[in-house]
């Protein structure tokens, strides 16, 4: 009832507000409830990652009875170990050795799964089961247990392959005993072990490609090499970054490989990150120290993250 006395109607404006009110207390509810659903997750990701990662850093400004912060001469307190480190030529070495090892591992990855992947996705259904099967038996055989294999076929005084190198008269290679031999010994089983991850993934990408694009590239006179680069690398560009990035964090974590296959020799010039922290953290038992090594690979692969995510994010603003 409006004051002069007549009936006051609901205008439209108001009757929208309602509904948009009534829309948000919705939207509100919804969201409480997804937050409640998702909780028993996000605290086995807070107590399994969140608490562990905090407490790695807590150790590493301890000193290594652990009784206090480290102290150091040209950082702050609590951060002497990473200075100790700045000053290790081993540690740096590790960097290095690190760097190379990921980024040469994950480019071989990256090619052979590509590569396999595009023969599969020519191959008739019925074949690919058979070959999906089999080129998946490296990834599924647990990493030590295949890496043991490895060793031995690497052995010096049992080495399968110098046998059947000496059977072509070439002289045997000290697979193991060599650095640059060794490293490169470590880089194959890694690449033998990922490659099936990045071939069921950029197949599964390939099969995602609608088969229009490939009949209108071929209508105007686009060659195999053209319809790859213009038509299969953008629509595959999103699945490889991410698997790239995914497999360049657990190449750069990778522990047991090197841990069974050189043990970080000879002379720690095949450690990675996380055997070098094994060795000076346990071995040496100096956990604090173990832990800063440990961190170090934290600044390395936010900064490849960064990249990658911003070049995905990009992509598909691109799409839209």
């Known amino acids: 009832m409006a004051a002069d006395g007549t009936l006051a109607v609901p205008t439209a404006a108001g009757a929208g507000s309602g509904r948009a009110n ?3 207390r919705f939207a509100r509810r919804r969201s409480t409830i997804a937050f409640l659903m998702t909780l028993p997750l996000l605290v086995v990701v807070v107590g399994l990652v969140g608490y ?10 301890l000193n290594r009875r652990m009784t206090g ?18 000053d290790s030529d081993t540690f740096w070495m590790v960097v290095w050795q690190s760097c190379i090892f990921a980024i040469t591992a994950v480019l071989l990855k990256a090619l052979i799964g590509f590569w396999l992947a595009h023969m599969l996705h020519h191959i008739p259904t019925k074949g690919q089961r058979k070959w999906r099967g089999m080129l998946l038996v490296p990834w599924v055989i647990p990493p030590a247990l295949s890496t043991l294999g490895w060793w031995w076929m690497f052995d010096p005084s049992y080495s399968s392959i110098n046998w059947i190198l000496n059977i072509f008269a070439v002289p045997a290679v000290p697979w193991l005993g060599e650095p640059w031999w060794a490293r490169a010994s470590v880089i194959i089983v890694n690449v033998w072990y990922g490659a099936p991850f990045f071939m069921i993934m950029y197949l599964a990408a390939l099969k995602s490609v609608p088969e229009q694009l ?3 590239a071929a209508i105007d006179g686009a060659t195999s090499w053209q319809r790859l680069r213009y038509v299969t690398l953008p629509m595959m560009a999103n699945i490889i ?4 990035l995914f497999s360049l964090i657990v190449t750069f974590a990778n ?15 095949t450690h990675v990150f996380a055997s070098y922290a094994f060795q000076v953290g346990i071995l040496s038992s ?8 440990s961190l170090f690979m934290f600044p390395i692969l936010a900064v490849c993250a960064f990249f990658v995510l911003r070049g995905v994010t990009r992509r598909n603003k691109e799409q839209m």
């Not at 970054?241 to 790239?244: A, D």
């Not at 090197?258 to 720690?268: A, E, K």
């Not at 100096?286 to 090594?293: D, M, T, W, Y």
């Open 69 to 86: 912060f480290m102290e150091g001469d040209w950082l702050p307190t609590g951060l002497g170990n990473f200075e100790i480190l700045f």
């Open 214 to 216: 490939y009949e209108a």
């Open 255 to 269: 522990y047991d490989i090197v841990r069974v296959l050189t043990n970080g020799g000879p002379r720690d010039l």
């Open 241 to 244: 970054s991410i698997t790239v």
């Open 22 to 24: 009534t829309l948000q």
């Open 52 to 61: 562990p990662a905090a407490y790695g850093i807590y150790l590493s400004t």
């Open 286 to 293: 100096n956990i604090p120290r173990g832990a800063a090594v």
